[in-house]
């Protein structure tokens, strides 16, 4: 499953899902948000035996890095391939108003 949110401009460019992905049964589910940052957001990176967490001031379109503020429009992207598993559960609700 591959999750992503984008910001308006990056929407506009996300192309249609190629037709070999559709021939073996990649999904796309896209719905338009107004964004809002969970309490408890950040990245989490383990490198061997190191963890570092650090905690992420606003959500950031995963297509250009922008950030994108509380209360914008922006779009959750979710993909994954039926034969491997069914359609995910709702998240997009963690990240909007």
Same mark, same amino acid.
């Given at each position: 499953?591959?999750?992503r949110?984008? !910001?308006?401009? !990056?929407? *506009?460019?996300?192309r249609?899902?190629?037709?070999n992905?559709?021939?073996l049964?990649?999904?796309?589910?896209?719905? *338009?948000?107004?964004?809002?940052?969970?309490? &408890?957001?950040?990245?989490?990176i383990?490198?061997?035996?190191?963890?570092?967490?650090?905690?992420?001031?606003?959500?950031? !379109?995963?297509? !250009?890095?922008?950030?994108?503020k509380?209360?914008?429009?922006?779009? *959750?992207?979710? &993909?994954?391939?039926?034969?491997? &598993?069914?359609?995910?559960l709702?998240? &997009?609700?963690?990240?909007?108003?």
């Amino acid at each position: 499953m591959i999750r992503r949110i984008h !910001c308006r401009d !990056c929407d *506009a460019k996300t192309r249609p899902q190629h037709p070999n992905d559709v021939a073996l049964g990649w999904k796309r589910r896209r719905v *338009a948000i107004r964004t809002k940052k969970p309490a &408890e957001h950040g990245i989490t990176i383990i490198d061997g035996l190191n963890t570092a967490h650090t905690p992420l001031p606003s959500i950031v !379109c995963d297509a !250009c890095n922008t950030p994108i503020k509380d209360g914008d429009e922006a779009f *959750a992207l979710t &993909e994954w391939q039926d034969s491997r &598993e069914g359609e995910p559960l709702n998240w &997009e609700q963690d990240y909007s108003q």
